[in-house]
T-cell receptor, first 109, second 114 residues
Framework: EDKVVQSPLSLVVHEGDTVTLNCSYE??????LLWYKQEKKAPTFLFML????IEKKSGRLSSILDKKELFSILNITATQTGDSAIYLC?????????FGKGTRLHILP | NAGVMQNPRHLVRRRGQEARLRCSPM?????VYWYRQLPEEGLKFMVY????????ESGMPKERFSAEFPKEGPSILRIQQVVRGDSAAYFC????????????FGPGTRLLVL
């Protein structure tokens, strides 16, 4: 059965800390891996990864994929209270996306 | 260009009633996906539709749930004879092409079954 597993499930850190969120997957017909940020409403897209070893960056966020070991990490440096959210990892299989349960990140001021 | 719109945003139903959730995709988008999110859970794929066609409904419960995306008008997710376990947030996403990576999410409909 296809699965996407995220860890940790929740994380509390202080502002300014660096965090690493993990995502491992077992999915047949893998097409891509995606990261989303979900605050109170709809998930918003962060990154799409298709190739191993190529880091994607956007400001203080970065992500990388390892297709051999079947995992990805999302790094957030110099965290701010506005980074508090649920971070969702998802994998595209065929025409649908399979989501992990998410990591609930809380940044303390 | 307005984003994906869902209505109602909140819906309260008693057990046994019907729930109808609507999703208007972004302009120019002809692909619609529905997801369900239970408390403390990630989003679970339910169904993928194109105009007038159901492409993949492998995530839909076998009974009581149906979805459509007519030629004109919004996509509808219909839940008949709702039960307490149907209480969840239902998200719709649309994309301009077959790749779900390009999907944009709506704000969701929060269904509460009393």
């Amino acid at each position: 059965e296809d699965k996407v597993v995220q860890s940790p499930l929740s994380l509390v850190v202080h502002e300014g800390d660096t965090v690493t969120l993990n995502c491992s997957y077992e999915v047949t017909n893998f097409r891509s891996l995606l990261w989303y940020k979900q605050e109170k409403k709809a998930p918003t897209f962060l990154f799409m990864l298709t190739s191993s070893g190529i880091e994607k960056k956007s400001g203080r966020l970065s992500s990388i994929l390892d297709k051999k070991e079947l995992f990805s990490i999302l790094n957030i440096t110099a965290t701010q209270t506005g980074d508090s959210a649920i971070y969702l990892c998802a994998v595209r299989r065929d025409d649908k996306i399979i989501f992990g349960k998410g990591t609930r990140l809380h940044i303390l001021p | 260009n307005a984003g994906v719109m869902q209505n109602p945003r909140h819906l309260v139903r008693r057990r046994g009633q019907e729930a109808r959730l609507r999703c208007s995709p972004m302009k120019g988008h002809s692909h619609v996906y529905w997801y369900r999110q239970l408390p403390e859970e990630g989003l679970k794929f339910m169904v993928y539709l194109q105009k007038e066609n159901i492409i993949d409904e492998s995530g839909m419960p076998k009974e009581r749930f149906s979805a459509e995306f007519p030629k004109e008008g919004p996509s509808i997710l219909r839940i008949q004879q709702v039960v307490r376990g149907d209480s969840a947030a239902y998200f719709c996403a649309s994309s301009p092409d077959r790749g779900p990576e390009t999907q944009y999410f709506g704000p969701g409909t929060r269904l509460l079954v009393l």
